[in-house]
């Protein structure tokens, strides 16, 4: 199966920056039909929520409309490693965040799409 490695969380203050990884491996990794690598988030008392995603082919990009200009979403092939670099955080920004893996015909902010999921990392944003 895909294993997914999450780090990067911590405290920060409002208006920081941080930068989550999520590292991907197993022994069934390299005949994964991966699609897309996503990152989600869970606030405390709240359901999980469709961050952004990567298409692993060709690095199209998504997010949800909460973040977009503040959070970038990338990939580095040579490491099977995807990124969340996250600028001008807000205390709303804090929560668990897990990366997770979809394979085809997934639906890349549909959270059933995504097979392989992380443990996650906990992010807490300080006002």
């Known amino acids: 199966q895909v294993q997914l490695a999450e780090s990067g969380g911590g405290l920060v203050q409002a208006g920081g920056s941080l930068r989550l990884s999520c590292a991907a491996s197993?022994?069934?990794?390299?005949?994964?039909?991966?699609?897309?690598m996503g990152w989600f988030r869970q606030a405390p008392g709240k359901s999980r929520e469709f961050v952004a995603a990567?298409?692993?082919?060709?690095?199209?990009?998504y997010y949800t409309d909460s973040v977009k200009g503040r959070f970038t979403i990338s990939r580095d092939n040579a490491t099977n490693t995807v990124y969340l670099q996250r600028n001008s955080l807000k205390p709303a920004d804090t929560a668990g965040y897990y990366c997770?893996?979809?394979?085809?015909?997934?639906?890349?902010?549909?959270?059933?799409?995504?097979?392989?999921w992380g443990q996650g990392t906990q992010v807490t944003v300080s006002s």
């Open positions: 997770a893996a979809a394979g085809y015909g997934a639906t890349y902010y549909y959270q059933p799409s995504y097979a392989y």
């Open positions: 990567i298409r692993w082919d060709g690095g199209s990009t």
């Open positions: 197993g022994r069934t990794f390299r005949t994964y039909s991966m699609v897309y």
